[in-house]
T-cell receptor
Framework: KAGVTQTPRYLIKTRGQQVTLSCSPISGHRSVSWYQQTPGQGLQFLFEYFSETQRNKGNFPGRFSGRQFSNSRSEMNVSTLELGDSALYLC??????????FGPGTRLTVT | SQKIEQNSEALNIQEGKTATLTCNYTNYSPAYLQWYRQDPGRGPVFLLLIRENEKEKRKERLKVTFDTTLKQSLFHITASQPADSATYLCALLLNTDKLIFGTGTRLQVFP
């Protein structure tokens, strides 16, 4: 079975721009979660989608949004980028036992 | 406030010894606790899950304990090897179905 895939792997954007990241979960997994990882804050939960509905949300501003498609693929969007948004963005899909499988991440650099 | 604490300093041990990592939390009542391994530049990899009604879980050279009274989990790697060198993260699943991560402990096993 293929693992969780994320595209792109690396991205450089300028302040004020917007960005869309993509995640394809493991086949059969319907839950997709997004996390932001920075050296200072560690791994922080952004949101979780299940069957195209947002099931949970972390404490991030409204500039961070996401969606899930009928094939369980998910996208995350960040608008009006700030320098502090530079981070590793990780996507994870979860199986029915609650075990979570992470993708390799997208390294976003905002200049 | 709610916190998950892991040893922020790196743990250095000699090959063959048992590594013990600690995860302490306050003001949470988790349904279960998970441990992950993360290598540089990669997403976390799920290792073990232990539920609130379980005291101990084992998987090959790994052992996890969970004390809900002390609000602490211990993660042991027996007969440690240099290949075990990585950052280890604990994560709590809350009753809101959010998974909250600690900041991780870096383990270095030297020959």
């Amino acid at each position: 079975k293929a693992g969780v895939t994320q595209t792109p792997r690396y991205l450089i954007k300028t302040r004020g721009q917007q960005v869309t990241l993509s995640c394809s979960p493991i086949s059969g997994h319907r839950s997709v979660s997004w996390y932001q990882q920075t050296p200072g804050q560690g791994l922080q939960f952004l949101f979780e989608y299940f069957s195209e509905t947002q099931r949970n949300k972390g404490n991030f501003p409204g500039r961070f949004s996401g969606r899930q498609f009928s094939n369980s693929r998910s996208e995350m969007n960040v608008s009006t980028l700030e320098l502090g948004d530079s981070a590793l963005y990780l996507c994870a899909s979860k199986d029915s036992l609650g075990e979570q499988y992470f993708g390799p991440g997208t390294r976003l650099t905002v200049t | 406030s709610q916190k998950i604490e892991q040893n922020s300093e790196a743990l250095n041990i000699q090959e063959g010894k048992t590594a013990t990592l600690t995860c302490n939390y306050t003001n949470y009542s988790p349904a279960y606790l998970q441990w992950y391994r993360q290598d540089p530049g990669r997403g976390p990899v799920f290792l073990l899950l232990i539920r609130e009604n379980e005291k101990e879980k084992r998987k090959e050279r790994l052992k996890v304990t969970f004390d809900t009274t002390l609000k602490q989990s211990l993660f042991h790697i027996t007969a440690s090897q240099p290949a075990d060198s990585a950052t280890y993260l604990c994560a709590l699943l809350l009753n809101t179905d959010k998974l909250i991560f600690g900041t991780g402990t870096r383990l270095q096993v030297f020959p």
